[in-house]
């Protein structure tokens, strides 16, 4: 049972005014949503305002039950505190990170002569653990680099210092063929071992520079000892090194110890990218798909993903680096936006990254789902449009003549987002004299709602007028005259600049370009400018056949008929032999024709 008005008084006066994390329980005493707060009785008490505008958050008032808090020292705390309860209950109305996998990391046993290998579970023994690697590709072939430069042992025997001493083990295959140098049998020491797990560490962490360092320090030394087949191994595992740093440098070297997070989203979820950089290397990148359960703000967004991704991959990165400034304040951590330089493109790179991904998702659910897709796209529609109705039926109107000869009109249909053609109409202007694209547009609105009136049609739920504010308007007289006007949304679209004009708005509006809502909207114009054009064409081609047939004295209609359908065009009946005209109409008109074709009898 929803609380009472004087149940929500009480609470809110209640409420201290300190920084903490908020709980609402809906029925059954059940978690429904959890939050964060600076401060908890202005935060709170804000949900209870009678103007709410989200309709999803007029919804989860609705079924608040009971509010209950805890006060913590500092925002920080609050959003770490926040961040694990939404784990623990995940209430149904907090955005969600949507992330079922496990994702593999490489970790350096603690044992004696450590392994190295990759893993999807974490053991907490006092091991190493370096990811995790989102792409498995990379984690392989980070392996794959590291199994190159050093001979490392990959067995599981306990390799003991007592046990080795007593000789318990023998060398396998992987000792004969140079993978492994033998520290079962004490053939290596520990400390030996231990400088390539350093340097194994080095290299998972992005300090590239420093393991080249310590290994061309190795390469001069074995040189000046004259063991130059040593020296030469040791400089292929430089070169190798350096191709893999080649790799992943994208950015100046001076850059240190990083974090980027950047997000794009729509009106249900967000998709946010992370980058790890350290010493000018990303080190680790990840976009997270978050689902939106109200209408929470990208610093909102970013507050809930950014410490369970650093979390995740260990990051202790002190600067985290934005596209836009966010009301998120973390201790010891410095938010920054750059404006240009190496920083800027990380971001850049960044926005790209999450940007494919969601591009991505769509063209899957386009295949995977594809009533899915349509429906996203038309409540995309609707909302860009201010309409009150889902526009699962849109029709759109476009004139074509050539000063005022020929005019016609065109009509499309599109149904659920795509086009209807058995629905398409041709309007040949009945009351129209001379060049009046307003006058034209009028009366095809008008004959073409009448119509569907008197038949009891279903009428969309969006009209597109191509042209400005004049076609518009004149649309919007035909509706008046049938009773339609505000009944029917309507909208008109400029062509130069693509400008967006409502009724009664003096200004347009203007949709982003890469919109699919105005993709759609594109689409219906040119689909009605292509369909209007190609009948105005057709027009004026049988007004240009027939306005030269009908010169010729004494030949009637009936006449010109049966020629027009015998023989196709006038080119044809001009190149005719006179029998062969007179097979089909006669010797008399017969006569007539072939004289006036080939006699120049022309008529004044």
């Given at each position: ?7 929500i ?63 913590v ?47 999807r ?26 199994k190159?430069?050093?001979p ?25 063929i ?10 290596q020491t ?46 292929q ?9 080649a ?20 009106d ?15 080190i ?7 689902k ?15 410490p ?96 005022g ?14 086009p ?6 041709h ?63 309507i ?10 004009f ?16 105005l ?41 010109q008929?049966?020629l ?41």
């Amino acid at each position: 049972m929803a609380l009472s008005e004087e149940d929500i008084r009480l609470k809110l006066q209640l409420l201290p005014q300190k920084p903490g994390i908020y709980q609402y329980f809906g029925a059954e005493g059940i978690i429904i949503y959890v939050g964060k707060a600076k401060n908890l009785k202005n935060r709170v008490t804000s949900y209870f305002n009678k103007n709410l505008e989200n309709g999803k958050t007029r919804i989860l008032v609705k079924r608040i039950c009971d509010i209950q808090y805890i006060v913590v020292d500092t925002e920080y705390d609050a959003l770490l505190l926040e961040n694990s309860l939404i784990k623990k209950y995940q209430p149904k109305y907090n955005i969600q990170l949507k992330d079922d996998k496990t994702y593999p990391w490489i970790c350096i046993k603690k044992e004696p002569f450590p392994r190295v290998f990759s893993t999807r579970r974490l053991v907490r023994d006092g091991s190493k653990y370096f990811g995790p690697y989102p792409s498995v590709k990379v984690l392989n072939t980070l392996l794959s680099l590291l199994k190159e430069l050093y001979p490392l042992r990959n067995c599981a025997l306990d390799l003991a210092k007592q046990k080795i001493q007593e000789k318990r083990y023998k060398v396998c295959l992987e000792y004969h063929i140079g993978n492994c140098k033998g520290p079962c049998v004490g053939n290596q020491t520990e400390d030996q071992y231990q400088v390539y797990i350093n340097q194994i560490e080095n290299i998972v962490k992005g300090n590239l520079n420093s393991v080249i360092g310590i290994l061309k320090t190795l390469m001069l030394d074995y040189a000046n000892n004259f063991q130059y087949e040593m020296a030469h191994e040791i400089k292929q595992k430089i070169e190798v090194v350096e191709q893999y740093k080649a790799k992943s440098t994208i950015v100046s070297p001076t850059i240190h110890e990083v974090d980027v997070i950047t997000l794009v989203d729509d009106d249900k979820t967000a998709f946010v990218n992370y980058l790890v950089i350290c010493n000018g290397s990303i080190i680790h990148g990840y976009t997270a798909e978050v689902k939106k359960k109200l209408d929470e703000t990208p610093s909102e967004i970013i507050g809930f993903v950014l410490p369970e991704l650093r979390e995740r991959f260990a990051s202790i990165s002190k600067e985290v680096l934005l596209e836009q400034e966010i009301e998120l304040k973390i201790d010891g951590i410095h938010f920054f936006v750059p404006q240009k330089g190496d920083k800027k493109q990380l971001v850049d790179l960044s926005v790209r990254n999450a940007k494919f991904y969601k591009l991505e998702k769509l063209k899957k659910e386009k295949i995977v789902h594809p009533e899915r897709h349509t429906e996203r796209i038309l409540e995309q529609i609707k909302k860009d449009f201010r309409l009150k109705d889902l526009p699962i039926h849109i029709e759109c109107f476009d004139n074509s003549n050539i000063q005022g000869t020929n005019p016609v009109s065109a009509c499309v249909v599109f149904k659920n987002g795509k086009p209807s053609k058995q629905d398409y109409r041709h309007f040949n202007v009945k009351t129209v004299e001379g060049p009046n694209d307003f006058a034209t547009m009028e009366e095809a609105v008008y004959r073409r709602y009448k119509r569907m009136l008197d038949e009891k049609q279903t009428l969309p739920q969006l009209i597109v007028i191509d042209g400005g504010k004049g076609q518009l308007s004149s649309a919007l007289t035909a509706l008046e005259k049938l009773e339609l006007r505000g009944k029917i949304a309507i909208v008109g679209i400029a062509k130069r600049l693509e400008e967006i004009f409502f009724p009664g708005d003096s200004l347009p509006i203007y949709l982003d370009k890469r919109s699919e809502s105005l993709k759609v909207i594109q689409f219906l114009r040119n689909e009605a400018h292509r369909f209007g054009i190609t009948h105005h064409r057709n027009r004026r081609s049988k007004t240009a056949i027939v306005s030269e047939i009908t010169q010729i004295e004494g030949i009637g209609p009936k006449t010109q008929e049966i020629l027009m359908k015998a023989f196709k065009t006038i080119s044809k009946i001009k190149t005719l032999e006179l029998h062969s005209l007179e097979t089909e109409i006669g010797k008399a008109k017969a006569k007539i024709v072939w004289n006036y074709f080939h006699n120049g009898d022309e008529i004044s």
